[in-house]
């Protein structure tokens, strides 16, 4: 299968490491392809952030409209554009925070999450809830460690990580580890092993998740909410992303 990797941040080093972990995990079979949008932030740590990365989500989703992916995963933490690349695509379309929320309660009945800027945390704490993992999760728990500190971040960054999720196991009374973003991804061995409580990355838990829903054969529906969207008149900058065709829209790989 075929399964388009979307970074919502435009740092094309984020992309390629969570593609690497992506093919780590991916059955022999899965072709990842790791793509990130021509325009927005660096790295997504505030709600201004995440909407242009909401919107670039959309137009690389767009952009692969006639691509045949059989999959897509959306890898950042607070899954930007997820409803809309949903109506964009046929394919499943799984966020790294969704995954991560059902893959960590199948073996655990309460989860704590550890995660970039304290900022973000009402992020994850407000997709916990849009889930429903209310019950399951126990705690957020910010390390104001900036999201493009992970990259190259070394063993300081990986000490704090492992500090930060030791200490939330204890206050959370929690069983395992959500990370909370998309760089943490290449972490979660280590933390594992070093945790001795189950770690569960986003990035990893989508793609093997994806593989199970196109194994059983599921698509988007599109009778609903998730039907493509209505043709309309686009103006300004985002003028081509109303385009049917998706000309002018630049792929960035
Ligand atoms: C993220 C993430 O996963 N990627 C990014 O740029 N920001 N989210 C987060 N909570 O740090």
Redesign the pocket.
């Known amino acids: 299968m075929k399964l388009l990797l979307i970074?919502?941040?435009t740092?094309a080093s984020?992309t390629h490491a969570m593609a690497h972990t992506a093919r780590t995990v991916a059955a022999p079979g899965t072709v990842v392809v790791g793509r990130q949008p021509s325009f927005g932030p660096a790295?997504?740590?505030s709600h201004f952030?995440e909407v242009f990365?909401a919107a670039g989500v959309a137009e690389q989703v767009k952009l692969a409209q006639g691509e045949d992916f059989d999959a897509v995963v959306i890898?950042?933490?607070?899954d930007p554009g997820l409803d809309a690349a949903r109506e964009l695509t046929c394919a499943p379309v799984l966020g790294?925070a969704e995954a991560a929320f059902h893959a960590v309660s199948f073996v655990a009945t309460g989860f704590s999450v550890v995660?970039?800027?304290r900022r973000?945390c009402i992020?994850?704490e407000r997709l916990v809830q849009r889930y429903g993992f209310e019950r399951v999760c126990r705690g957020v728990h910010g390390t104001d460690i900036p999201?493009l500190a992970l990259e190259d971040g070394g063993d300081a960054v990986l000490a704090q990580i492992e500090a930060a999720a030791r200490a939330a196991l204890d206050r959370d009374g929690s069983g395992a580890i959500v990370l909370?973003?998309?760089?943490m991804a290449d972490l979660c061995t280590v933390l594992q092993q070093r945790l001795g409580v189950p770690v569960v990355d986003g990035v990893s838990a989508a793609v093997k998740l994806a593989e199970a829903l196109v194994g059983l054969g599921l698509k988007t529906e599109k009778r609903g909410d998730y039907a493509a969207p209505l043709p309309k008149r686009w103006t300004g900058w985002a003028a081509p992303l109303g385009n049917a065709d998706s000309q002018g829209l630049p792929r960035t790989e």
């Open positions: 970074n919502p941040n740092t984020m790295s997504i740590e952030d990365a890898a950042c933490f607070g790294i995660t970039t800027m973000t992020t994850a999201v909370g973003c998309g760089g």
